[in-house]
């Protein structure tokens, strides 16, 4: 008897949590496809039924809709004011030092851009789509004047989000750590109400 399409989608879905927690964890070199699928529950024999790669693997982990535009989404509403005081909160939320390995495992951007080159183009594609998504996202509240163009401020703000996580999660000070996000989050906020 056939599975059912709902069966074969959990399976996959199975697979894609699997796989997005250990490429976040150990990089795309870092794990095979047996770790992937004895971290899913499931035997070798099933991965090729749902991707033919584990480069296919890694784009469609890189495909799911990261959580920092999740949250953004969430907080968006027809008030550009509104829009802005929710992105600011995001970020803040974003840039918390005590939310940093959540960040990192949850966030394409931070955890796993470094190997976006062993996905081949398909994964820059990905990639490419999460930095479009949330830099349309971050431009939602914000005014269009100011010095710099909007499309390039939202950029910044990207940038020092991820920017400013990844220096942070590797200093071995706590104190420092804070400081890098404080002074990202207080830029990205500048950047946001110019």
Avoid: W
């Amino acid at each position: 008897m056939p599975l059912s399409k709902t069966h074969k989608q959990n399976t996959r879905d199975k697979i894609l949590d699997a796989a997005g927690l250990l490429f976040r964890r150990h990089g795309f070199d870092g794990v095979g496809i047996d770790k992937i699928m004895a971290q899913a529950g499931l035997t070798r024999g099933g991965f090729y039924a749902h991707f033919d790669s584990k480069a296919d693997l890694f784009n469609a982990v890189l495909e799911q809709e990261p959580a920092l535009k999740r949250m953004l989404n969430e907080r968006q509403s027809e008030s550009k004011d509104e829009s802005l005081q929710g992105t600011l909160d995001v970020l803040a939320t974003y840039l918390d030092p005590g939310n940093t390995d959540y960040v990192t495992s949850s966030c394409p951007m931070v955890s796993l851009a470094r190997d976006v080159d062993k996905g081949g183009p398909a994964a820059r594609d990905a990639l490419t789509k999460v930095i479009t998504d949330l830099t349309a996202l971050f431009k939602r509240g914000m005014s269009e004047g100011g010095q710099i163009k909007r499309d390039e401020r939202a950029l910044s703000v990207l940038a020092l989000c991820v920017g400013g996580v990844t220096i942070a999660r590797t200093a071995n000070n706590p104190a420092l750590a804070q400081q890098i996000l404080n002074a990202c989050e207080h830029e990205a906020e500048r950047l946001l109400k110019e």
